[in-house]
C-alpha cells in the first residue's frame, strides 16, 4: 500500500469522530499535566518578591531563557495554525512561518538588550522612564492587557479545537467546557508557579515540541524516500490542486488580496518586538550579554521548528488530505494531529496532540503572568500605590489579576473557537505593532520624544487597530467571520488585518504628538535613560522593588 493511501485510510474516519483512543489521549494529557504541575510547584518555593514572581529572580542563563523565549514563541499558531495553514493553502501558509521568524531579527537588532538595560519587570518600566509616570503606565498597561486579550484568543481555540478533535466533541457546549478547563490549568499554573514555574515549563514544552515536530517531519521525508519533491507532488496530487506550490492561493487573487498579504506581513515581522510577554522574558536573565544571548538561542530554535511546519504542512496535505482537515471538528487546526494519527496511529496522536496541548497551556501562562504584572506592577504598585505599596501587597494583586484574565480568556475563548489560531495570532501582532512599538522605538532611540508623543501613539495605534479589525471581515460579512449570520455584515474597512494602516499612524501620531509639545520633558532624564540603555548601569538598583 502506498504511503498516500495508507495516510489516507487513516485518516478518512477522524472527521467524524475522535481519532485514535480518547481515553488514551486523555491518559496522555494527564501524564504531560502532572509531571508539568510537580515542576511548578517545586519552581515556586522560592517565590517571595515581585522579582521573583514577575523576572524569576532573573536566575535564568541566556541559553535557559532563549528556549523558555521559543517555549513562549512556539504557540498554538505555530504548531496547529500554521501546519493547517501550509496544508490548506500551501506556499501562502508558509509565509506565517518566514513572517514569524523574519520578526526576531527586529527584536534583536532594536530592542533586545536596551530593553533589558533600561527596564525592571514591565514595557512600562522603559516608556516611562524619562516621561510622566503615571499617564504612560496607565496606557502601556492597557496596551498590555489587550495584546495579551487577543493571543490568548487564540490559544484558547487552538485549545478548543485541538481537545474537541481527540474526543470527538462537535457541539459547541462540549467544546466551551474544553475551553474552560484550559483555562482553569492555565489560572492554576500561573497562581502557584510565577514567572519561573512558567518559565521550566515553557523551556520542557520547547524540547518536546521540536523533537515531536523532528520526528514527524523524518517519519513524513522517510515515506517519500526522503525526497521533498516527491512529498509536493504527492501533496499535489491528493489535494488535486496544483496551485498550493504557487503564490497566491490565498493572497494573490486580487490586489486587495495582495494589499492584505503585505499588511499582514508588516504586523508580522513588527509584531515581535512589541509583544509584552516576549519581551517581559529578557528581565529573567541577569545580564543584557545573557539577553542578547537569549535571542540568538530563541532564533536558532524557532527557525529549526519553521522549517519542520513546511514539511509537516505539505506532509498533512499529502498523507491526510484537505478535504478531510477541513471537515475535521478543529478545521484547519486539525491538521498536525491528523498527520500524527496518520504516521504512528493513537500513540503518536496522543503524545504529539499532548505536546501540543503542553504548547498552549505554557503561552498562555506566560500571557496570563505578563498581564497580570503588568496591571500590578505598573497600575497599583507605580500609579495607585506611588511605587510605595506594603510588602507582599503587589504580588497578592497581581494573583488576583490573573483570576479575573483567566475568566475573560475563557469567555473570549469560547466566542473565538473555530477561527484559526494563526491568523488570531497575527491579529495580536498587529495590535501590538501598532499599540507599542513605535513608542518602544521613539523612547529607546528619539531624544526629543515626549509623554503626548507616546500617549497618543499607544491610544491612537490601539484604537485604530482594534476599530479596523472590528470592522473588518474578520468580524463580520464572510463565511469565515466570527459571526456567521448573514443578517449581520458591517465590514467596510475591507483588508482582514489593520497593520498596514494603524502602524504607520501610530509612529505619525507618535511624531506629531511629539512636535506639538516640544521641551516639556527633562534633558537630565533623557541622558540617564540613554546612558541606561547601552551600559546597564543602574539597571540592577532600578530592579530593586
Known amino acids: 500500500m502506498s504511503a498516500a493511501a495508507l495516510g489516507l485510510r487513516h485518516a478518512a474516519e477522524p472527521a467524524a469522530s475522535a481519532p485514535g483512543e480518547p481515553w488514551l489521549n486523555i491518559a496522555i494529557f494527564g501524564a504531560f499535566v502532572a509531571i508539568t504541575m510537580i515542576i511548578v510547584f517545586r519552581a515556586s518555593r522560592n517565590n517571595k518578591t ?66 533589558r538595560n533600561t527596564g525592571r519587570f514591565t514595557m512600562a518600566d522603559v516608556l516611562s522612564f524619562r516621561l510622566k509616570q503615571k499617564p504612560v503606565r496607565i496606557a502601556a498597561a492597557i496596551t498590555t492587557l489587550v495584546v495579551c486579550f487577543f493571543y490568548l484568543l487564540a490559544q484558547m481555540a487552538g485549545a478548543g479545537g485541538l481537545v474537541s478533535l481527540l474526543l470527538g466533541i462537535s457541539d459547541t457546549l462540549g467544546q466551551s467546557l474544553v475551553i474552560t478547563v484550559v483555562g482553569a490549568l492555565m489560572i492554576l499554573y500561573v497562581l502557584v508557579g510565577g514567572m519561573k514555574g512558567t518559565t521550566w515549563v515553557q523551556i520542557i514544552k520547547a524540547v518536546l515540541l521540536i523533537a515531536g515536530a523532528g520526528v514527524m517531519t523524518v517519519w513524513v521525508l522517510a515515506l517519500n524516500g526522503f525526497d521533498f519533491s516527491a512529498l509536493l507532488d504527492q501533496a499535489v496530487a491528493v489535494a488535486e490542486n496544483p496551485a498550493i506550490l504557487d503564490p497566491g492561493l490565498k493572497y494573490g487573487v486580487s490586489d486587495l488580496s495582495k494589499v492584505d498579504f503585505l499588511s499582514l506581513g508588516l504586523a508580522l515581522v513588527l509584531g515581535t518586538a512589541a509583544l509584552p510577554h516576549v519581551l517581559m522574558r529578557f528581565y529573567t536573565v541577569p545580564t543584557a550579554k545573557e539577553a542578547r544571548k537569549s535571542v540568538v538561542w530563541a532564533i536558532w530554535l524557532i527557525g529549526i521548528f519553521y522549517v519542520f511546519t513546511l514539511v509537516l504542512g505539505y506532509g498533512a496535505a499529502a498523507l491526510v488530505g484537505p478535504s478531510v482537515i477541513a471537515a475535521a471538528p478543529g478545521g484547519p487546526n486539525s491538521a498536525a494531529p491528523l498527520l500524527a494519527f496518520s504516521l504512528g496511529g493513537p500513540l503518536l496522536l496522543g503524545l504529539i496532540s499532548a505536546i501540543a496541548f503542553a504548547t498552549i497551556l505554557a503561552v498562555v501562562a506566560g500571557l496570563t503572568i505578563t498581564a497580570a504584572a503588568s496591571f500590578a506592577h505598573d497600575i497599583y504598585a507605580s500609579v495607585v500605590k506611588k511605587g510605595k505599596p506594603a510588602a507582599g501587597a503587589e504580588v497578592k494583586v497581581a494573583r488576583r489579576t490573573v483570576v479575573i484574565i483567566g475568566i475573560v480568556a475563557i469567555i473570549g475563548g469560547i466566542g473565538a473557537n473555530g477561527q484559526n489560531v494563526a491568523f488570531l495570532v497575527a491579529l495580536a501582532f498587529a495590535v501590538a505593532a501598532s499599540a507599542n512599538l513605535p513608542t518602544i522605538v521613539y523612547s529607546l532611540y528619539w531624544k526629543r520624544f515626549s509623554t503626548k508623543g507616546a500617549l497618543w501613539s499607544m491610544y491612537g495605534g490601539l484604537a485604530s487597530a482594534i476599530l479596523l479589525i472590528a470592522f473588518s471581515p474578520v468580524v463580520s460579512g464572510s463565511e469565515t467571520s466570527m459571526l456567521k449570520t448573514d443578517a449581520i455584515d458591517f465590514a467596510f474597512f475591507p483588508l482582514s488585518n489593520p497593520g498596514i494602516v494603524s502602524i504607520p499612524l501610530a509612529f505619525f501620531l507618535g511624531w506629531l504628538g511629539t512636535v506639538l509639545d516640544r521641551g516639556t520633558e527633562d534633558p537630565a532624564k533623557q541622558s540617564e535613560m540613554e546612558v541606561r540603555s547601552l551600559t546597564g548601569i543602574g539597571a540592577e538598583k532600578a530592579s530593586e522593588h
Open 50 to 115: 515581585a522579582a521573583d514572581y514577575y523576572a524569576a529572580g532573573r536566575s535564568f542563563t541566556g541559553g535557559q531563557n532563549g528556549s523558555a523565549i521559543a517555549g513562549d514563541y512556539l504557540s498554538a499558531a505555530s504548531f496547529l495554525g500554521i501546519v493547517g495553514a501550509i496544508a490548506m493553502t500551501g506556499y501562502d501558509g508558509f509565509l506565517y512561518s518566514i513572517g514569524f521568524l523574519v520578526a526576531w531579527l527586529v527584536a534583536l537588532l532594536l530592542v533586545a538588550e536596551l530593553l
